[in-house]
């Protein structure tokens, strides 16, 4: 039985010097901090997650964000859940979408082990990562559909990195709801041993995005910086070919460079200016 048909998702709400329960918080404040409790295969993990929402009462449709992997474990720990004010939020909001943006089990608050990590050897398998880091994306997009204030069946998923290839993953399932799916700058394994443009079997990503591509009825939207020190141009070419060469749509994009490091296009303030465009134009009718 595949893990999305066993899993259960409790939830709360909270909000920084208040105990005001669900959902007069809700109503008063255009972002707050949720927790989402997943269980799956006999564990559980609570997940610290923000919802950042647009002006008004109207029900909006969801855009579900999926976080990049932190270097170690100290960096791990560190890790916030996103800021609604942060450019790539304001921009769904202005446009009428609720943002649910979850931490993944072994992140900041939540705590516990990281449980997609995986050795850098011939055996490595970044598809079933891939499934592990996609599992809250299912959760929040449960727990969303039960605030008034959230529009079923309109979603778009967004991950970038390690949140991207996940994304991948969770959209190559049967998905009615979910109308969009972005990939920014997706993938695993980059910066091997902290080094830029080192990565860990980078052929193997091929391997994952081809078994993803077989399965998945949505067409999306891929964005690669040319200067993107995590996965070089030649490694995005190479996951999208395997990708569409498998049944999967896709329109790739290798926008110019961008800042130091490409691979921060999405979470760095002006990034907007070439990812929006693209943005807008894909989910025009969507």
Known sequence: MRWWLGLLVAFGVMRAASAEPWPGVLLESSAQTHWLTVTSGGESWKLQTTICRPPGAAPAGLAVFSHGRAANAAARARQQTVSCNSESVRWFVSRGYVVIAPLRPGYGPNGGTDIEAQSCNSGRDYAASAEIAARPIDAAIAYAYSL???????????????????????????????????????????????????????????????????????????????????????????????????????????????????????????????????????????
Not at 251 to 260: H, K, M, S, T
């Open 148 to 286: 008034p204030f959230v529009r079923q069946g309109r979603v778009v998923v967004v991950g970038k990195s390690a949140g991207g290839i996940a994304s991948l993953a969770y959209g190559s399932h049967p998905r009615r709801d979910v109308v969009a799916l972005i990939n920014m700058a997706g993938g695993n394994g980059g910066h091997m041993n902290d080094q830029p443009n080192k990565n860990c079997l980078p052929g193997l990503l091929s391997v994952a995005t081809a078994k993803f591509g077989r399965t998945s009825p949505i067409p999306e939207l891929w964005i690669y910086a040319e200067n993107d020190s995590f996965f070089a141009p030649e490694i995005a070419r190479d996951m999208h070919t395997a990708f569409v060469r498998a049944g999967g749509q896709a329109q790739l994009e290798q926008v110019e460079p961008f800042g130091r490091d490409g691979h921060m296009l999405f979470d760095t303030q002006g990034g907007v200016r070439i990812w929006g465009p693209l943005f807008e134009r894909y989910l025009q009718g969507r």
